[in-house]
């Protein structure tokens, strides 16, 4: 259940590109929540490794930056929402995700939960889900440089950071690819969850946010 392919990106990104020049011709400062949410102030830095997760990899020699949109309505596919705002991706390779700025935008976009894999579902069914799915790109392109994911180098976690507009429960059961998978997420109230992603079978959950998180860049396949 891959979540993004690393072809085709230039029409998508023109869109998108287009929906948030409008987004941002509207938007005022009352588009970032207040008083902010310390939760949702993420510093972290990129690191390319290989695939098993822990051998480094060189950087690239092209210049790159960050694009960090959603994808609206399910937790798996394309981006279709664009970024809510530009994260900047500093030359050490750090960078800070501050989900609290122009947050209210998000509202904006969300569309009625629509899961791609069939067998999952979410109560109540009137919950929107969105999903943050960043991407290291040519700095001058679209092209992605490998496959990004949220590592937890601590427990070598892959995870998921998934917004829920209300509480609600995502459930979910299949074997796939020889796995079995079962989808146990639980959102209390509105607001954003790092979700675990088993490497073999297991149960995707939600979790605490790491002490030792990075945005992890992959191979591509």
């Not at 596919?77 to 750090?94: C, F, I, K, T, W």
Request: charged letters at 20%; glycine letters at 8%; one cysteine or more.
């Amino acid at each position: 259940m891959n979540a993004r392919t690393i072809g085709g990106w230039i029409g998508a990104s023109a869109v998108l590109s287009g929906l948030m020049w409008v987004l941002s011709g509207c938007s005022k400062s009352s588009d970032d929540v207040e008083p902010p949410n310390p939760d949702w102030i993420l510093r972290s830095h990129v690191v390319f490794l290989a695939a098993d997760g822990k051998t480094p990899r060189s950087l690239p020699k092209q210049p790159m930056r960050l694009w960090v949109p959603y994808v609206v309505g399910d937790i798996y596919g394309s981006p279709n929402a664009g970024e809510m705002m530009p994260v900047e991706l500093q030359p050490d390779m750090s960078f800070t995700l501050n989900l609290n700025l122009k947050h209210l935008r998000l509202a904006k976009v969300l569309e009625a939960t629509r899961f791609s894999q069939k067998w999952m579902e979410i109560e109540p069914k009137e919950a929107r889900v969105a999903r943050v799915l960043p991407f290291v790109v040519q700095k001058d392109g679209i092209q992605p440089l490998g496959i990004a994911e949220w590592l937890d180098t601590t427990s070598g976690d892959k995870l998921m950071l998934v917004y829920v507009d209300r509480p609600a429960r995502i459930r979910g059961d299949i074997v796939y690819e020889g796995r079995s998978l079962t989808f146990a997420i639980d959102a209390k109230e509105a607001g954003f969850l790092w979700v675990r992603q088993p490497a073999q079978s297991g149960t995707y959950e939600p979790v605490p946010r790491p002490a030792n998180l990075v945005l992890a860049v992959f191979p591509g396949e």
